[in-house]
């Protein structure tokens, strides 16, 4: 394996060496389970996904742990706005989560593990600092002494003194306003659990350190996440872990945002966009394509047309597939298992260089489109087995349902229009068969302007709904295969 991997601890490209051979063990900071997911949300999801792929292709054997936030000050405040239990609204959204990350073809984690089951870790590792003097009790709050860490902040890059103070800095007994909690006291109200320090609850920051310990070690390799998680939260489980004497995690990845006019996309700025939404506009798979199409490091600046365009690069791979299915066979074109090719593996290999893996996907297709339009059955075959072998690595199934829908009710509306469809073209066949030319391309004019393309076949007329066309179309090379059937 030569992997290389960006780690923000070292702001360097680094070769990856699991601590053990053979095997690779990831923390991913999952979900906050307060709201629904939106696109931004699960990026991260498919970011990983794509990473867990590669790193199994590549013969090694993953333990992803990602882990889910149930308890936080937004899922309480959310939950009293309706006025049900914290852990019915957690429920509900983790469901929602789950849901998202499986439309998108996400592989389940090895464990997903929620912060609500994890107290008695939490309050052993608070043991180890207080006990170490890097962290104390102060009216029923537990703190982590920042000050009393000296490589607090070399995961961000910045110094104690230019950081802002902490959002609880008022808090009585805090000694530094920039310490930050690791124990939150009860509040009138609130859920608590009992400590040696009083009823409460953890803190965020905690959690995640006492999750990955008890799954990973005290050490393991990757810590994943987006890069807004970067500080405060990876900072502060970096220091805390380090102080109780956890070697913790050797690498740090870091997914960009997905932006909306130059800003993160979240609920508080009310610029999201449900998952459950989206899917109802272009399939799941499409957008799949386009959250994993960009490298995992760069900002995506959200648009319909942008997300129209990958949904039509995705079916262009798709097509050539459908293509080849038709001259060969599925079972042919899907027999034995196919390397990918050696540039293909360089672009993964170089820091999970996705959009330069898609380069070779769209060269791939564009030669097997080549082969099939002349005929060459044996260079087709080569091509298809290629492609399929290069998108699975990515995620991508081009055998997935034409149509899928993410709404209730989706497979039984692909069977009406399917019935529908079937009705024009037969109409279309016997004024074929009458000689009526002028009726035959109205009805394949008009399914046109309905969104649905049809394309003749020697095994028929088949058809597709096209991807609408962007209002304003961009040149992204990544995408383009040359190929317009």
């Avoid at 949300?41 to 996904?49: E, I, L």
């Avoid at 989206?278 to 648009?303: K, M």
């Avoid at 990515?394 to 034409?402: Q, V």
Wanted: hydrophobic share 40%; charged share 25%; aromatic share 8%.
């Amino acid at each position: 394996m030569n992997l290389r991997l960006y780690d923000t601890a070292t702001r360097s490209v680094r070769d990856f060496e699991p601590l053990l051979e053979g095997h690779a063990s990831i923390y991913l900071c999952g979900a906050t389970v307060q709201a629904p997911p939106h696109i931004g949300h699960v990026r991260s999801g498919v970011a990983f996904d794509i990473l867990t792929r590669w790193l199994a292709y590549s013969g090694v054997t993953v333990t992803f742990i990602r882990n889910v936030t149930d308890i936080d000050d937004k899922i309480i405040h959310n939950a009293g706005h309706e006025d049900i239990p914290f852990w019915q609204l957690a429920a509900r959204n983790e469901q929602a989560f789950t849901w998202a990350y499986d439309t998108l073809g996400c592989q389940r984690p090895t464990y997903e593990p929620r912060a609500t089951g994890h107290v008695p870790e939490m309050i052993a590792l608070m043991h180890r600092l207080i006990d170490g003097g890097h962290a104390y009790a102060a009216g029923g709050d537990v703190y982590f002494d920042v000050r009393g860490w000296p490589t607090y902040g070399s995961l961000s890059g910045q110094k104690v003194d230019d950081m802002l103070a902490a959002a609880d800095s008022v808090s009585p007994g805090k000694r530094d306003p920039r310490d930050f909690a690791l124990w939150k006291g009860a509040k009138p109200g609130e859920p608590a659990w009992d400590t040696p320090w009083g009823q409460g609850r953890p803190g965020w920051h905690l959690e995640c350190s006492a999750m990955a310990s008890r799954y990973l070690g005290p050490a393991f390799d990757i810590h994943g996440g987006g890069i807004d998680l970067l500080f405060p939260h990876h900072e502060n489980e970096l220091a805390q872990s380090a102080a109780a004497g956890d070697g913790f995690a050797r690498y740090w990845l870091h997914n960009a945002w997905v932006t909306t006019s130059g800003e993160k996309m979240s609920k508080s700025l009310g610029n999201s966009l449900l998952v459950s939404e989206v899917v109802q506009r272009v399939r799941p798979v499409e957008l799949r394509y386009y959250l994993g199409a960009a490298h995992y490091r760069s900002h995506i600046e959200y648009s319909e047309d942008a997300l129209l365009e990958a949904a039509a690069g995705y079916r262009r791979i798709e097509g050539f597939v459908v293509r080849a299915v038709e001259l060969v066979g599925r079972d042919e074109l899907t027999a034995g298992e196919v390397a990918v090719p050696p540039a293909f593996v360089a672009a993964m290999d170089d820091d999970l260089a996705v959009p330069q893996a898609l380069a070779v996907v769209h060269d791939t297709v564009r030669a097997g489109n080549a082969a099939l339009a002349a005929g060459l059955r044996a260079e087709a075959l080569a091509a298809g087995r290629s492609v399929l072998a290069m998108v699975s690595v990515l995620g991508l199934d081009p055998f997935a349902e034409p149509w899928e829908s993410a709404g209730a009710g989706g497979g039984e509306l692909r069977e009406v229009v399917d019935a529908l469809v079937r009705v024009a073209l037969e109409q279309r066949r016997e004024a074929r068969e009458r000689k009526d030319f002028a009726a035959a391309d109205a009805v394949r004019d008009g399914l046109k302007a309905a969104g649905v393309l049809v394309e003749d076949t020697p095994a028929g007329p088949r058809w597709t709904v096209a991807a609408p066309a962007p209002e304003h179309p961009h040149d992204h090379a990544n995408h383009d295969d040359g190929d317009d059937s």
